[in-house]
């Protein structure tokens, strides 16, 4: 080639690249001024090979849309953001995702914005271990949420409440451990002054066998209030506002004390069992830096004086002494994100904490503070129940369905199928579980039963 057609080809290319560079988008084109955008995946259980609904809310009319995993652009064709600034989409998750929690870069232009979403993939454990454990469930009444047995009555006794506030349906009832047939049902007072006939729903369960009495939490009045296990009578109504988001309640019938965890606050309200007159409150100090310890369930170890909690906002876990109401040592979790349920196992001195946030049970040595071992048992991880006699913890897994039934080296024993929604699970001390579940509506038939599991006899 000769210099004179190497020049003309030089030129050539140097006016394509001007002509290009001349009518690019600038990198750094106009952003948006105040951008609002928010984006959050919906779905009940999100494992590899499901899809999960991505939406968008607050963004700019008129934005295109693309989300990212890494370099990976994850939709074929830009999404547009309608009149009223939402987009909507569904996202197929490869079957190959590792479970856990991935950063997905919403990125928007004209103008310019971006937003992180979290989309949690859950792991996904097949049923399992069924010919393993006997089960027998029976339909109740709808929004179950908590059980506890009381030795004393021989009785299971359950809450019940449905929908959000002003709730005006609610029950706790006396349940036959047997037959799992309602012995006695009541429906709570109403809220005096309050709009739409709102009653003083119940949520947590916890029985005083000393005194013959259940505990339960009023969560929408922010109180507790306790009933006669005999008649299901109304024995004392807490003002509203006692017990900031009042959750779990336990009673100490060997110090006749009584404990409700405030969710939302970092501390413990108390009660003498007998009086109900309130006693100094248990302030819960979290070991991490501008954090809040804000108490979840509760479980408590009579032998040893020791209450134990753990924390929704941290991922922390709290050794309570009752007799002094001091807090003995808090405990750093790990692999814990929204921390909700926990159970002890006394003979061997460790807690099974279940968080929905990980999907996982986490056991842990409280001596040491060690976790053992970090479980996988299934999307939204909620509550755990650890039987002493089988040496098994039975976990209810919410989004999953399902009931994982994990064994004390960190082993699943069993995956069973939960129903719909299972919220709640609660040991009797003598091999059995019980498992109450909440519905989809009144025709659902998986919903709203209380199941009671124990280990096969072999």
Known sequence: MSFRSSLRLTTLAAGLLLAVVGNAQPVFDQPASVFKGDVVS????????????????????????????????????PLTVDAEGNFKTQL????????????????????AAAAVLKLRVSPQL????????????????????QSAYSAASNAVFVTSAVGRPPVTQSQLLK?????????KAITPAQVPDAKGGSVFAVYGV?????????????????????????????????????VPHARDVVVDAKHGK??????????????????????????LASGVDDEKFVPMSLVLDEASGKLFTVSIGTPEAAVIDVASGKVDKVIDLGNSISASGVAYDAQQNRLYVASQGTDNLLIVDVASGKVLHDVAVGAGALNVAFDPKAGLAYVTNRGAGTVTVVDR??????????GTFPNHVRADGKGNVFAVNKSRGTDDAKGDRITRIALRQR
């Open 409 to 418: 080296s960190g082993k699943v024993v069993g995956n069973l199928d939960g």
């Open 206 to 242: 916890g029985v005083d066998d000393a005194n013959g009495t259940v505990w339960v939490t009023n969560t929408r009045q922010d109180s507790v209030a306790v009933y006669r296990q005999s008649d299901l009578s109304l024995v004392h109504q807490f003002p509203v506002g006692t």
């Open 42 to 77: 919906r779905g009940e259980n999100v494992v590899p090979g499901s899809t999960a609904d991505v939406i968008g809310r607050g963004f700019v009319p008129g934005q295109q849309v693309s989300l990212l995993r890494g370099d990976t652009v994850l939709n074929a064709q």
């Open 92 to 111: 197929q998750i490869p079957a190959d995702a590792v479970p856990g929690t991935h950063p997905v870069v919403v990125r928007a232009s004209q103008p």
């Open 258 to 283: 009584v404990f409700a965890s405030a969710t939302g606050e970092d501390h413990l309200s108390v009660f003498d069992a007998k009086t109900f007159k309130a006693l100094e409150p248990i302030t």
């Open 126 to 145: 097949p049923l399992s271990g069924q010919d393993q454990f006997t089960t027998q469930s029976n339909k109740l009444v709808q929004g179950l949420y």
């Open 175 to 183: 349940v036959d451990p047997k037959t799992l047939k309602v012995v």
